[in-house]
């Protein structure tokens, strides 16, 4: 089954109902493998009942803005991420995975220090729909204290593994005081499909506005690595400015 990249456009009305669908093994947002088991469904109503906890995109701004965002780290390509992101005068929103920032304290600290913002992917990246309530909060909460030890503010968003939540997942997150953030733009640089094609991507598919997701951990990155130097160096000489996701600032 395809991957639906875009299924979760910042413009999509969530009042009008969605389906978000992923099949057996697949995730539904196409970031990486889901564990196995059966296919993951969940229909959203007209009720909207999951609209005061996800965010899909801030409301539309003066100029041409773009919301880089990286999953999975910290991890060895963080830094260069960073490096990249610093010689562009670039923001971008980083979702941590709590058990690696024992062993990249240094890099976490650099995320925020330079202006970036550090956000919430759970402590060891589960399928949370497949966790109880309690095991959901411990993710969350062990990787916001591990985010606060390192002198950085608690975070207020959270990205859930795979792209995979539901009605507990966003109860519990509301719970803790965060929002479910996701994106509108899937990269899919999980699947290395080449440096030049992740970038293809990006600059195709980036309007004001646009929620990038890439990542910085997770496996070899060196393609996103990249690909960064590309999408920053094409997008802003087509005059967008690269900005933290205002949800989570």
Not at 103 to 121: K, L
Not at 205 to 229: E, F, P, Y
Request: proline content about 6%.
């Amino acid at each position: 089954m395809a991957s639906p990249t875009r299924w979760l456009s910042a413009t999509l009305a969530i009042c009008a109902g969605v389906t978000l669908i992923a099949g057996a093994g697949q995730a539904a947002n196409g970031s990486e493998p889901l564990p196995a088991g059966p296919p993951a469904t969940q229909t959203v109503q007209a009720s909207a009942v999951l609209k005061p906890a996800i965010y899909r995109g801030p409301k539309a701004t003066s100029g041409k803005v773009v919301y880089l965002t990286f999953d999975d780290g910290p991890s060895r390509y963080t830094p260069a991420v960073l490096n990249i992101l610093k010689s562009y005068d670039a923001k971008a929103t980083f979702f941590l995975i709590g058990s690696q920032i024992r062993t990249r304290e240094a890099t976490t600290r650099r995320i925020a220090r330079e202006g970036h913002s550090v956000q919430d992917h759970t402590w060891r990246h589960p399928n949370l729909k497949r966790l109880s309530a309690t095991e959901i909060s411990s993710q969350f909460t062990r990787t916001n204290r591990a985010i606060r030890r390192q002198g950085i503010r608690q975070p207020v968003c959270e990205r859930p593994p795979y792209g995979a939540f539901n009605n507990r997942v966003r109860r519990v997150s509301q719970t803790l005081g965060m929002r479910t953030v996701l994106w509108s733009l899937d990269t899919n640089d999980w699947r290395r499909p080449g440096a030049s094609a992740i970038a293809r991507r990006v600059v195709r598919g980036t309007s004001n506005g646009t929620i990038v997701l890439m990542h910085d951990g997770g496996g070899n990155r060196s393609q996103t690595v990249t690909a960064l130097k590309s999408v920053l160096r094409t997008l802003k000489a087509r005059g967008y400015r690269f900005e933290t996701l205002p949800a989570c600032s």
